[in-house]
């Protein structure tokens, strides 16, 4: 189906840019309604290459191939579980990374040798529209530095990447501000892998229980499972007794990364993801939240859990990883 939203002219000149660099075999930076991507052509391995070079992401990693239509799944996947099939109804376009068999028009390079391809369809109305007019998927990575705190806004890119960023669409914020979930198979059961925008109990619904793939650290199938990630430059410590931490770090420049409000907590700098309370609110927030605190040259990033419920178990799951040592 194409898509009929209208663009402004400004958005028009910009999805034509973006088309002509793709098209040329470069890198783009797309918005989506989790982060920005890294883009690039999924069937041209020398622009697959630049996105691993400009990321310095490891080989090893491997890459989402984003479609625009859901029957483009039949060209890269094969042996499709019915339990898949269902996912992608209910949840394409939107935050739902599938794992499936895949074909041999899907490069060695961007499945890092796996037998597997993630596969997701984006929702955001520029980034649909300029796959639907392409004439092959984008393979895209979150469009910040390897390990980095991942970009929700164009400027996040900017300040990841430095020169070396691409041509950016400016999509603006990212809705959402957290990664896609992604779900692989064991025959027809989901099993989980990342932590991400769609919440556990939805897909669940949908697709019956969810077994979590255990971090095996010897083979790292999903490296969003790496221990640290999603990191500031600044030390950070997740802590759910922040007025006692505070006295005992009395000497440094200590910012928070709050939940919710408090009024009672006197102390700045202080970042609150929600201020009423509403777990979305917070997802949305969070690594512009991060981004901010990591400008303030700080000795102490002190980060509050949020109720471990909904989209709040991928963003308890991001505070580990950008905590982990
Ligand atoms: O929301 C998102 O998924 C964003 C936007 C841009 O779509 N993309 C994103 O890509 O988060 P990236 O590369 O930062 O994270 C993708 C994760 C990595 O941890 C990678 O290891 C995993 O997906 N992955 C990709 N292909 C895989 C495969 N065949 N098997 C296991 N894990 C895979
Ligand atoms: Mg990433």
Known sequence: MVNKVSFTESEEESLKLAHQELMKGRVVAIPTETVYGLAANAFDEQAVNQIFALKKRPAYN???????RKEQVEELAQNIPATAHRLMEAFWPGPLTLLLHKKNSVGDRITAGKSTVAIRMP??????????????????????????????????VRLSLGANAPFILDG???????????????????????????????????????????????DIRSPGQLKKHYAPHTAMEICSNIPRRLKSLENQRVGLLLWTRRPALDHEPQMVLSP?????????????????????????????????????????????KASAR
């Open 62 to 68: 491997p890459l989402i191939v984003h479609i625009g």
């Open 172 to 218: 603006g914020a990212c809705t959402l501000g957290i990664e896609s979930t992604i779900i692989g198979f064991s025959g027809d059961k989901p099993v989980l892998y990342r932590w991400g925008a769609l919440s556990r109990e939805d897909i669940e619904i949908v697709a019956g229980p969810l077994t979590l793939q255990e971090l095996d650290e010897n």
């Open 276 to 320: 009423r309370g509403d777990l979305n609110e917070a997802a949305h927030h969070l690594f512009a939240a991060l981004h901010r605190l990591d400008q303030m040259d700080l000795d102490m990033i002190l980060a509050e859990p949020v109720p471990d419920r909904g989209v709040g178990q991928a963003i308890n799951d991001r505070l580990r």
């Open 123 to 156: 929702n955001h109305r520029l980034t649909l529209a300029l796959l639907q007019k392409l004439p092959f998927p984008l393979v895209a990575p979150s469009a910040n530095r390897f390990n980095h705190i991942s970009p929700t806004q164009p400027e996040h």
